[in-house]
């Protein structure tokens, strides 16, 4: 696992398309799990249960498309397309981000009757941060320079994040029996879609062979070790096996919930792509 | 003006940096915020590389072409070009002493030097220098900000994020 050569550039990488294939696949992960996260947390803007936490889903919403934004970039030095496009103009089946990033916040719709649900906001948000965490600590060591580099400084501002949903966290484990009970149904909700997170699709191999990234198992075990601390500090039961949602979103497979949150994302950008903001 | 010695460039071009300011905080400026990391001239083309204080600021293009329009007038000036890189990393410990006051009398409190994220640090009202404050939000109207509540002066504030 340690002869791996580094590669310092765009230019670089561009030599050996087979590394190329292997860290496109890799960065759209990342970016897209991000972009529609930052979108569903935006989604909470004027519902959330106070206006501090309308800033702060708002503001992490802004880091995160940051952080996506950056990778479509990379991605735009490696070939792939303008970032712009790629953020809005793939087809929902180009998008590579897990299922449990596109589930819908609650049932009805933004503008009609959102009964939007807070405790799987804070159930699914706190252990996507501690998957992104260690994802980012894996993604430091990766043989591609700039997204090592990129990583560290995305790891400075997810720290901000991650202290923000754990402390709901703990507020609603440790609140009434109403509250636990709600964030109990939504971890309930949120473990049988889990699983998939680290998944690294179908590129899996070439992705760890290139030392891109460490591999799906011990980035699990990883994970699995961090949340079972948070669960146990918190008093909350270990739930056992996770399960995968039916769709595999990193190879491409997607809910109709993704292209609805693409749509509307994309509604602006789409009516003229060559305007100028 | 002659400005055949390309150091002699180099020096006007970060005294002119030096009015370039923070849009969203416009009593700093981009050197006094560390975000400057390198200025240099060659054959009338100047190139300045930015570190970004956090990645999704939406600030760093209006950065961008206000550099672009403080650099370009000068004398024997071709192109200007700006990059945004990420390493060395931007922290908060780039502030300079200078930055640091100006931010104050603001009423933006900077964290200490050598705080890391989620370091805990004692902060201060900018107003009446009370340490009776407490963190109302980690986040803020800006990515880079808390807001905070003095206690005894009753005032609002706010402190950079260390990071
Ligand atoms: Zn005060």
Redesign the interface.
Known sequence: MSEHSYVETAEEARRNPEYVRALQELLFQAADDDYILAYRGAEWLGLAPHIEEDVAFSSMSQDMMGHAAMLYEMLEELGAGKADDLAHMRSPDAFRNAIIIERPNGTGDYADQPHYDWAYAIARYSLYGVFKQIRLEALAYSTYVPLAQAAGKMQREHHYHVRYWHMWFKRLASSTDDARARLNAALEQVWSDIGELFLLGRASASIVGFGLIAGEDDISQRWMNATRNMFASNGIDWPGDWGVPVQKGREGQHTDDLAQAVSTLSEVYRLDPAASW | MVHDTPVLQEELIWQLLQEVKDPEIPVISMIEMGMIHKATAENGVVAVEVLPT?????ALDIMKNSINEKLRPVAGVREVQVSFV??P?W?SDRISDEGREKLRSFGIVPPPRGCQ??DPWEVRCPYCDSPYTRL??????A?CRS?LYCKQCKNPFEAL?S?
């Open positions: 956090f990645v999704g600021c939406p990420l390493q990393a922290t994220p989620g109302d939000n980690l986040f803020g109207p990515a807001i994020k990071i």
